[in-house]
């Protein structure tokens, strides 16, 4: 409970809980709605919202490992990519030496905490959760200054964290009334899912709320504790959600909270022979390490250690000539550059047959001339790009592709008096099927029109990466739709609607070949991933 007095000394209150019987208040479950800012009262609580969170930007976090507050030497200090001379929040950088506290504390916590209940542990989610919404333009504004999203895009993030919370919890109450398949004659058969131990949490930057407490969430309902490290880009909003878990009731060090760098403290927690289980959301070379150094078995070792991976995408919509040529533009352009395709679900490749090629170039463009860029608290279409290194990256590739297309929209950086990381929303037309802008992951605004001469050629080439996360068709046809429900290999296929906004329990998302390990993040099946089944039989006397 020492990080929530410490940010309630920062203006936060504690409240009192109360014992709630998860299985017998969890009713069946709903997302969370949207907010629509349009209502004028919605867009007051956002701006009241983002000024009660400037005033507490650049203030100091601890590590937390077993409940201890811990400060180092080296400081993180998350930058608002719209101001990067705004400090968001200065981090304390774990590095090797903590991680054999951070696992000490995972494991004293794991010997009690993997003996509650699956509705004690279920609780603690469904109280995190009613926190949140309770604060939901709050942590809205954190996600604004952090990560530069937009109200709606920082809203969606905030909605599936309780989405995560609630789902997960109603999940892991459903996975602790299994059974076997038959009991057999003579005997009492059971089945049970038990935790697997101490698990690594390396979460994601563009999601830094959703994903990292989707994931935190997952591990910790089924009973596991974990070394939590966010992304150096990202730690205050998980600052805030290890402290939200801490008043919802979870006890000290099944979460512990490690800000640090991945070749130093990321790496350690990784290779280390108590580790049991490793989360992780991003690059496809950090993915493939993180798998490496997993697979790799240390002394004292006595299992193998699991990997949970998503690894990114080169997501395609494909427009067949029977389409709805305004709806798929506008699907198109939603799913390239909400957030400023900085989403491994966004649309960087829009697959166009040729009988309707012009005609959606042409609707592309008029739709990418209407977005605005700016500063993301005043609510434009795009905010910037996360940080220096990835605008110069996203540069680096407007260059290639002013030589293997042609420039039908932007192209460039936005300069504003504050010096963010603003990049025009860019389209090129023409683009080979295997050139540099259509086969590697951009992640930024950027947008690559391919011209196909049928359905079959259009579909050879939504499948001609080496990832497979999500994928859209726009068509009219019964027909053509069955097919590429069979053969346009994707984790997440969408027909007749964009590729990215996948909402937690209609659409279990996750992705094959080089995009991860298809693990279903929001699905039935997630939870199953942190849990090793247990079959018990008992003769009847």
Known sequence: MRLWRGLRRLGYHLTVMTTVNAQLTAAPFVN???????????????????????????????????????????????MNPARPEQVVGVHQKAGAEHVELAMAAALKAFAGWSRTTADERAAVLFRAAERIRSRKHEFSAWLVFEVGKNWAEADADTAETIDFLEFYGREALRLDQATTPIQLPGERNLLRYIPLGVGAVIPPWNFPFAIMAGMTAAAVVTGNTVILKPSSDSPTIAALYVAVLEEAGLPPGVVNFCPGSGASFGNAVVEHPKTRFIAFTGSRSVGLEIHERAARTQP???????????????????????????????????SAFGFSGQKCSACSRAILEAPVYEAMVEKIRERVARLTVGDPAENYNLGPVVNQSAMESILGYMEIGKREGRLVAGGKAVTTP???????????????????????????????????????????????????LTGAIYSA??????????????????????????????????????SGTDSKAGGPDYLLLFTQAKSIAERLL
């Open 32 to 78: 969370e709605p949207f907010t629509h800012f349009a209502e004028p009262q919605q867009a007051e609580a956002m701006r009241e919202a983002l000024a009660r969170v400037r005033e507490q930007l650049g203030r100091e976090y601890d590590l937390v490992m077993g409940g201890d507050l811990v400060r180092t030497a080296g400081k993180i200090r998350s």
């Open 300 to 334: 004292g070792q006595i299992w193998i250690k699991r990997t949970v991976l998503e690894m990114g995408g080169k997501d395609s919509i494909l427009v067949c000539a029977d389409a709805d040529l305004d709806a798929a533009a506008d699907g198109i352009v939603a």
């Open 418 to 468: 504050e010096g963010g990381y603003f990049l025009e929303p860019t389209v090129f037309a023409d683009v080979a099927p295997d050139a540099v802008l259509a086969q590697e992951e951009i992640f930024g605004p950027v947008l690559a029109l391919i011209r196909v001469g049928s359905f079959e050629e259009g579909l050879a080439v939504a499948n001609n990466t080496e990832y497979g």
């Open 477 to 514: 046809s019964r027909e053509r739709l069955e097919r590429a429900s069979q053969e346009f290999h994707v984790g997440n296929l969408y027909l007749n609607r964009k590729c990215t906004g996948a909402m937690v329990g209609a659409h279990p998302f996750g992705g094959f070949n080089m």
